[in-house]
């Protein structure tokens, strides 16, 4: 047997030593494979998870009542009130029942009174009224989940009811414990009685349960004497089917320790004792290229050791970083009034901007499943309160990590699908990083930017007078200096159109025919202010243009409104028509830049971030592949 001299590492160093080593093990390895969703529950995802079909896919009462077509509502009213003829001009609908074909709004049950074989109404309804629409949840090639995400319950039902029934996942690690000691004994053989100087074994059962939890597959060896020849061969069986290696007590200097010694003599010993107390015993090293631990014997020792050193391998495995939930304090980003009476659960988005944790609701609506999928945390609005005003602090529960929140670089502007594009680049590059997008518009962005409210901004605003994009905004709302404008991209503006253009749209000037329904983008947006532009080059009222006033949040949602049939065209960008395989009716090109708050330029996420947009060449590969994009100028300073 070989005698070892290797000092006592400290902490950070031994845990770096078999971190390094560990990755380019496990570098080597074929960790994916591909599992029905419905198995997938707390696996790690391989690869971004794109929905298939949009939810609902098709348009469904939202409550019991009425279908009826809108336009026939137009002149209901108190003083004169509307007949229509059931079986004719109205169907009954239960909550969930699909729309009679060519109808398009619901009145409520309690908002009708029976005539004989009519229904009375007393106010007209708008398009889609009381109507859950295609898409309202989830709209077909939305990113559900990116890599390297744990799957949660909402991300599977995400997952099948977009029609994902496979998804690409991590292996789970497969981590074999093997306990050591003349002296042990089973829990089942203590039964019969103890005596010295026997111990019940059970630290394999606390270890097996702590893999298990993180997402690993354990498997419990039987006990193994203290024989060195025993012991060395139970450690080579087990790397020959295992991911990592714990061999439970033997780790220490002792007459009958001999881990240290059977991993040197099957491989190489990197660890003989960590400056830590509890754990110092603690030993390392690789054999059949797999990590071997010898993790001490004592309970709260095996505890210690296995959270500093084994939960960061498994994680390294996953292609994760350690986690742990939380509940913090945060200042509220918008006005969010809530109804007297109930208790609101108001779903956020959350991060940390200038040292303070910054919550940004995000959709409110009962069957929004993908507003849990991207929440970060629950608020709670009480009863007896009317609302929570912009800039008071709440607390919050933590749906994700307070560690994943502390990583997350805010992006609150305008929409691109470049920015999930990004999202995912930056989680395959640097696993503790998340990108969180709120879609308010580039002069909203701007505003929160201006908050200290977010890290970055997307913003594509037009400067009629002067003929540039973003720096006369820039300049007007901010000191010299205070932001720094970094272009993403060139993307072609227009309108979307369904396939074949069945309606034979040419250009802005048919938006005020009267056979076409038009959906907006909301206030303050860079695409609602060239659509303004456009109009009033031309001369044309906008409130001549049927849904005018119909606003959606992000081109995808625009697209989904044209594929879907709530609307004929919207203005929107040339990669969401190629997503839904649109036609496309192209307007302006235009520049689509980050801005960013300078102060923020050389921290590591701002950085790391930056780093992608610059330097990533399979980054902007997949941007070009959406079609309509100009890369050309991606990452360069404006």
Do not use: W
């Not at 994916?32 to 696996?43: I, K, M, P, Q």
């Not at 009145?107 to 007393?122: H, P, Q, R």
């Not at 997008?437 to 037009?462: F, N, P, Q, Y």
Request: glycine share 8%; with cysteine; charged share 20%.
């Amino acid at each position: 047997m070989k005698q070892i001299f290797l000092d006592v590492l400290p902490l950070e160093k031994a845990a770096q030593l078999l971190l390094m080593r560990a990755a380019s093990a496990f570098e080597g390895l074929d960790r994916t494979e591909t599992v029905d969703v419905a198995s997938s529950g707390s696996l790690i995802t391989a690869e971004p998870v794109f929905a298939r079909y949009s939810s609902p896919f098709y348009h469904s009462s939202a409550m019991d009542g009425y279908a009826v077509k809108f336009a026939d509502t137009f002149s209901a009213s108190e003083a004169v009130p509307l007949h229509l003829t059931t079986g004719k001009d109205a169907f009954y609908v239960d909550t969930g029942d699909p729309l009679p074909e060519g109808f398009n709004a619901v009145v409520m049950i309690e908002d009708v009174n029976i005539v004989g074989d009519c229904i009375e109404i007393y106010q007209p309804l708008t398009p889609y009224q009381n109507v859950r629409t295609i898409g309202e949840d989830i709209v077909s090639t939305e990113m559900i989940a990116p890599m390297h995400h744990r799957i949660r319950p909402v991300d599977m039902g995400a997952m099948l009811a977009s029609g994902c029934l496979k998804v690409k996942v991590q292996k789970k690690p497969v981590v074999t414990i093997i306990p050591t000691g003349t002296e042990l004994i089973t829990p089942q053989q203590a039964e019969k009685g103890l005596k010295a100087p026997e111990i019940i074994e059970y630290n394999s059962v606390v270890l097996s349960s702590m893999v298990d939890e993180l997402g690993g597959l354990s498997v419990r060896n039987p006990i193994v004497k203290d024989d060195f020849e025993e012991i060395k061969n139970a450690i080579y069986e087990a790397s020959l089917t295992s991911d990592i290696v714990i061999v439970n007590a033997g780790s220490g200097r002792g007459s009958e320790d001999f881990t240290a010694a059977a991993i040197n003599e099957l491989g190489e010993l990197l660890i003989n004792g960590v400056s830590i107390k509890p754990g110092k015993p603690f030993i390392a090293g690789m054999v059949n290229n797999k990590p071997v631990l010898g993790i001490p014997g004592y309970p709260v020792s095996a505890y210690i050791t296995f959270q500093l050193f084994a939960r960061p391998l498994i994680y390294k495995y996953l292609g994760l970083t350690p986690e742990d939930p939380d509940q913090i304090t945060a200042i509220v980003s918008r006005n969010m009034a809530s109804p007297m009476g109930v208790d609101e659960f108001i779903r956020v988005k959350v991060g940390v901007v200038k040292d303070k944790y910054v919550a940004t609701p995000i959709s409110r609506g009962a069957g929004l499943l993908m507003s849990v999928v991207r929440a970060d945390a629950m608020l709670r609005i009480p009863a007896d309160s009317e609302g929570i005003k912009a800039g008071s602090e709440a607390k919050i529960d933590l749906i994700n990590s307070i560690s994943k929140i502390n990583n997350t670089i805010v992006c609150i502007g305008s929409h691109d699908n470049t920015l999930d594009l990004l999202a995912n680049a930056l989680k395959v590059k640097h696993p503790e990083l998340s990108l969180s997008s709120a879609h308010v518009g580039s002069m909203g962005g701007l505003m929160a930017l201006k908050r200290s409210e977010a890290h970055i901004c997307g913003t594509h605003l037009l400067d009629e007078e002067t003929g540039q994009y973003n720096v006369p905004y820039v300049n007007k709302f901010f000191t010299p200096g205070e932001v720094v404008l970094v272009t993403l991209v060139h993307r072609q503006q227009g309108l979307i159109v369904k396939k074949g253009n069945p309606k034979g749209i040419k250009g802005i000037e048919d938006l005020v025919r009267d056979d076409l329904l038009f959906i907006n983008r909301q206030q303050g947006s860079g695409t609602r202010l060239l659509l303004d532009k456009n109009l009033r080059e031309r001369n044309i009222n906008p409130y001549l243009i049927k849904g005018y006033d119909r606003e959606e949040y992000t081109h995808m949602s625009v697209a989904s409104a044209v594929l879907t049939g709530l609307c004929d065209t919207g203005m929107a960008i040339y990669s969401a028509a190629v997503a839904l395989d649109l036609a496309f009716i192209p307007i302006a090109t235009e520049r689509y830049d980050i801005a960013i708050t300078a102060e923020l330029l050389n921290t590591e996420k701002i950085s790391a971030l930056l780093d992608i947009i610059r330097n990533d060449k399979s980054f902007r590969e997949a941007v070009e592949r959406m079609g309509g994009y100009d890369t050309s100028s991606m990452g360069e300073t404006v």
